[in-house]
């Protein structure tokens, strides 16, 4: 599974996108694994509400299910128009 | 129906125009156009537009194919551009072409609004100062509840 980070959340990382070999189960299981690696991951997920996520590139929820998706992305509010 | 994501400029006259011809039996146009604005105190050098590249041309089909659900319209033209802009550049144009001019008004306010907050671009200024990202205003988000 490929996860993807934009905007300030790609700069907070410090990568634009790596792969995850065995998918936790739920979006926020792969938030809390995230964390838990590194003091940037850390940074980056440390105000949820501040954070959007789309899963396979359709918005969605930090309950979400994993089993099956290709791509999951973080990134802050979007800024369109 | 026609969305372009790109990063070149467009010519709004130009894209207005053929809007218009291709259109037949329309009694009206609405355009919208966003332009990249200066900063009050701080000199804009330049706007950084992101995207989501996989992502950016499902959520504007989506967005459109609402408006045309919702409204009576006879077409729609959606621009956004991304990469690095100056101020007075043309972010984003929307088009509508209706029978009456109440569909054509609403539906082009609607895509505005959903542009705004569920299309995935993300603005960075950068300055003298250095550089921001720009926050989504809740009145943005709380906008999309009037739908």
Same mark, same amino acid.
């Given at each position: 599974?490929?996860?993807l980070?934009?905007?300030?959340?790609?700069?907070? $990382?410090?990568l634009?996108?790596?792969? $995850?070999?065995?998918?936790?189960?739920?979006?926020?299981?792969?938030?809390?694994?995230?964390?838990?690696?590194?003091?940037?991951?850390?940074?980056?997920?440390?105000?949820?509400?501040?954070?959007?996520?789309?899963?396979?590139?359709?918005?969605?929820?930090?309950?979400?299910?994993?089993?099956?998706?290709?791509?999951?992305?973080?990134?802050?509010?979007?800024?369109?128009? | !129906?026609?969305?372009?994501?790109?990063?070149?400029?467009?010519?709004l006259?130009s894209? /207005?125009? /053929?809007?218009?011809?291709?259109?037949?039996? !329309?009694? /009206?146009?609405?355009?919208?156009?966003?332009?990249?604005?200066?900063?009050?105190?701080?000199r804009?050098?330049?706007?950084?537009i992101e995207?989501?590249?996989? !992502?950016?041309?499902? #959520?504007?089909?989506?967005?459109?194919?609402?408006?045309?659900?919702? %409204?009576?319209?006879g077409?729609?033209?959606?621009?956004?551009?991304?990469?690095?802009?100056?101020?007075?550049?043309?972010?984003? !144009?929307?088009?509508?072409?209706a029978?009456?001019?109440?569909?054509?008004?609403?539906?082009?306010?609607?895509?505005?609004?959903?542009?705004?907050?569920? #299309?995935?671009? %993300?603005?960075?200024e950068?300055?003298?100062?250095?550089?921001?990202?720009? /926050?989504?205003?809740?009145?943005?988000e709380?906008?999309?509840?009037?739908?």
């Amino acid at each position: 599974m490929d996860v993807l980070y934009f905007a300030w959340v790609r700069e907070r $990382i410090g990568l634009p996108k790596e792969r $995850i070999d065995t998918p936790p189960a739920t979006v926020m299981d792969l938030v809390n694994e995230l964390r838990a690696r590194e003091e940037r991951y850390e940074a980056a997920f440390a105000d949820l509400g501040a954070l959007r996520v789309a899963v396979d590139q359709e918005l969605s929820d930090f309950d979400a299910p994993l089993a099956g998706a290709r791509e999951v992305a973080f990134f802050p509010p979007m800024t369109g128009g | !129906m026609d969305v372009r994501v790109q990063e070149a400029a467009f010519d709004l006259g130009s894209e /207005a125009n /053929a809007f218009v011809a291709k259109q037949s039996g !329309m009694g /009206a146009v609405v355009t919208f156009t966003g332009i990249v604005r200066d900063l009050d105190g701080a000199r804009l050098s330049t706007m950084e537009i992101e995207h989501y590249p996989g !992502m950016t041309q499902k #959520a504007l089909d989506t967005i459109a194919n609402e408006a045309a659900s919702r %409204w009576n319209l006879g077409d729609i033209l959606i621009i956004h551009r991304y990469g690095m802009l100056h101020p007075d550049d043309l972010i984003m !144009m929307v088009a509508t072409a209706a029978r009456h001019r109440a569909d054509a008004f609403q539906a082009a306010e609607f895509l505005m609004d959903f542009l705004k907050s569920r #299309a995935p671009f %993300w603005k960075k200024e950068v300055t003298e100062a250095g550089t921001d990202w720009v /926050a989504a205003r809740d009145e943005d988000e709380d906008a999309l509840s009037r739908w």
